[in-house]
């Protein structure tokens, strides 16, 4: 006994204990057969402390090792089996007679710890105790039923230390009786708590009830004297008080005036009211709110209240609130949308499922208590549901008759708000054999539903910013094809674990002129929006610059003073890399970033690149190095940020080892080599920073698809260049497209020739997924389209070009500038 029986425990095992104030062990047993409770009593009796119990099945700590001698072992008593009439009446409540003694071997203690006991029994073990030691005990169980985890109550006495003055009893045996065999019985009632272990006054309570019914504990010394097991006998003395209680709570619940004589009773009576709504509110409150997922904050409002506080519990929220969405604010009407997102109840299973499906959105009019409870944000109370109120809301539930689940019930509608807003609300129901809901249930309602409407929101909020992040991340992550020019390419972003799921890492494929592609991979430091915008500015910036064709280096030197134009506050590692499949070669540079891997097609073999790493973004005054790389047909090229091969703890050279390993893998596609790579580094743990990642299969262009010309300064050239782009495109199946190249080289190399100055035209034609046509000169000039009028002579080339062009488009370089259109290649 945890409480009321610790003078009890005092005693040692061998002094005499005086009837009724036995020193009890008591174990309770949950549902998977492992020992929830171990008193005190118990780490006497059996030699165990509770760290040592708790958590281990209770087979295993309550051994039976061996039978009691014949002439020793006295009568075991069950409730069913083994007894006479009076008994079983005994067993329902309606008899005082004792469960009479059966005449075989009794109930077995282990069959009742292995969860075979449907009924009360009691009866005598021999257990092996810590050590080598045996213990000779007296024991009662009683299979429990109800919401907690409890399956088995266990109550435990030293049978050898029950002895009197003169020798012992003549007979001791365990037993089962009505509580009301005996005098003060009411005070006999209220005193067996004490003997359970410490739990909340509702599990208490049912388990009482329980063990009520079933037969209150007894010791039978002789065939005619029992003696109720209890930590204090004195309660007859108590038992006019008991009546005085019982006589205010009584008035109270009449919502009567006290007596002036039973004031004192009174006070008492509503102080432990009040206590019980407290205690409830608060394991209410340990029990919601325990992540911020939307869903299963909803699921453990409604299982908080149920059975405790009522038996049917429906949920309601506004439909932006389900939906993670914010909404104006101002009281609902008759137009709002109501989701019902939880039903939870104690009715056989499925009883409501089709009359009131989750799921289901409705508004509800405004004669209705829930309309009444959702706009004033008050509890409801209606104390019992009339054949009237039954048939006006069942009018709500087209073709589905309502009326025999809510009819007679009492019901409390109350608001789920927070902030002043009302985000929903729940309707609880009582059975018609509970009593009514009256003013404390709705205070206390009402104080529930302000707890769980708190907790509502934080995961509705939480539920807001993760789709704005979400939708922020996915507009600043590009949508790059799965090919490009000469080039395969597949990524992954996979956001973070820790401070939201936005965060500044990016990837992007950037088409250049020429046939190349440029891949750059960055990383902003930090998390969250702050990072995330930061990212979105430099992401632009690195696309504006690559159109401008910049160089690697002066690309990235250009982007670090950006960077400290917008303020010193952030910092940013970047890795640029620009891919010629013409030429073969990669032009790459580096700002503080982690090396990319080359993984060779000809033996599998991958590799970091050396590149001269640089100073991160935003540093300021550091020069950046390019270095140019070659590459074969079939070459992969990985990129990352640090988040996909650094974990805390772990030196980054095995994240980067682990990255060239996976790289390697074959693999069947591009997406499955992502894959392999992601599996590889991101199920070692302790990863919280995002990821990106870029993978491009270069696949080159072979010199059989490139032609090129030199063309002198002369118009003459015009001519003689529309024969050739007609030859070559005839000679690679292309003569649809015949017509409009032949037509856009000739303005092409027109204006080329009548803006060059020194050095000859350079025409190029690449056949790769699309045709190209580009046109070098000398001019550093770049033209731009022009209105044209009927009578004006310039401006009509750039015009046409842009008519009959996929694309087009211009760009410096170094010794003058490129003009260049792509045509789409016919289907085959």
Known sequence: MDRGTDEAEQRTGTEPAEPGRVPLAVVVVDRDGLVSHWSRGARRLFGLSKEEAIGRTALDLLPVSGALPEESAPGAYAAPGGQDDSARTALGGHDTTAYAASEGPGPDLEASLDGGLSYPAAGRARLSASGDGRVDVLWWAYPLVGPGPERLLVLAADADGLRADDGPFERIAPGFALHTDF??????????????????????????????????????????????????????????????????????????????????????????????????????????????????????????VVPRFTDVAGTYLREQVVAGEGFEDGAPDTTTMWHRVAVEHTDEPGRWDDVVPVGEAMPFPAHTPFFQC?????????????????????????????????????????????????????????????????????????????????VLDNAR?????????????????????????????????????????????????????????AFVVGDVMGHGLNSAAMMGQLRTAVQTMAGLDLPPAQLLRNLDDLAQRLGDSYLATCLYAVYDPIAGELHLANAGHIPPVLVRADDGRSELLDLPTGAP????????????????PGDRLVMCTDGLVEVRGEDIGVGLATLCESAAHPAASMDDACDTIIRALNTRGGRKDDVALLMARLNGIEPDDVAEWRLALDPAEVGRVRAAVR??????????????????????????????????????????????????????????????GPLDEAGRGLRVVSTLAREWGTSRTRTGKTVWFELTLPRR
Not at 244 to 255: D, I, M, T, V, Y
Not at 396 to 403: C, H, L, M, V, Y
Not at 746 to 752: F, P
């Open 183 to 304: 005098p003060g019985a009411e005070d006999l009632a209220r005193r067996l708590p004490e003997i359970l272990p410490s739990m909340s006054v509702g599990d208490s309570a049912r388990i009482v009830t329980q063990v009520l019914e079933l037969g209150y504990p007894v010791l039978e010394f002789s065939q005619n004297d029992r003696v109720p097991v209890t930590p204090d006998w004195g309660v007859a003395r108590r038992a006019e008080r008991r009546a005085r209680r019982e006589r205010a709570a009584r008035a109270l619940a009449a919502g009567e005036a006290v007596p002036e004589d039973l004031r004192d009773e009174g006070e008492d009576l509503e102080y432990a009211a009040v206590r019980e709504r407290l205690e409830f509110l608060n394991e209410v409150s340990g029990r919601i709110g325990t992540s911020l997922d939307l869903a299963r904050t909803i699921t453990e409002v409604s299982r908080a």
């Open 727 to 788: 030859e070559q495109l005839h000679d690679w199946g292309l003569a649809k497209l015949v017509a409009p190249a032949e037509l856009m080289t000739g303005e092409l190399v027109t204006n080329a020739v009548r803006h060059s100055h020194t050095r000859p035209v350079a025409l190029r034609l690449v056949r790769g997924d699309t045709l190209l046509c580009e046109v070098d000169d000398d001019d550093h000039e770049l033209p731009t389209l022009l209105h044209a």
């Open 374 to 454: 959702m706009t004033s944000g008050e509890p409801v109370l209606v104390p019992r549901i009339s054949e009237e109120m039954g048939h006006a809301v069942a009018a709500q539930f087209e073709k589905r008759d309502i009326r025999p689940l809510i009819t007679g019930r009492s019901m409390l509608v109350v608001p789920l708000k927070a902030r002043n807003v009302v985000l929903g609300f729940m309707i609880l129901l009582r059975h018609p054999e509970r009593p009514v809901f009256n003013d404390m249930d709705r205070v206390t309602g009402a104080e529930l539903a302000a707890r769980a409407g708190l």
């Open 617 to 632: 973004i935003g540093v300021g005054g550091v020069p950046f190095q390019a270095v140019r790389v070659r590459v074969e």
């Open 461 to 517: 909020m939480y539920t807001f910013q993760e789709n704005v992040a979400e939708t922020l991340q996915d507009s600043m992550l590009p949508h790059i094809p799965p090919r490009m020019a000469g080039c395969d390419i597949a990524t992954r972003y996979l956001p973070g674990t820790l401070l939201g799921r936005v965060g500044g890492d990016w990837f992007d494929a950037v088409k250049l002129h020429g046939g190349r592609t």
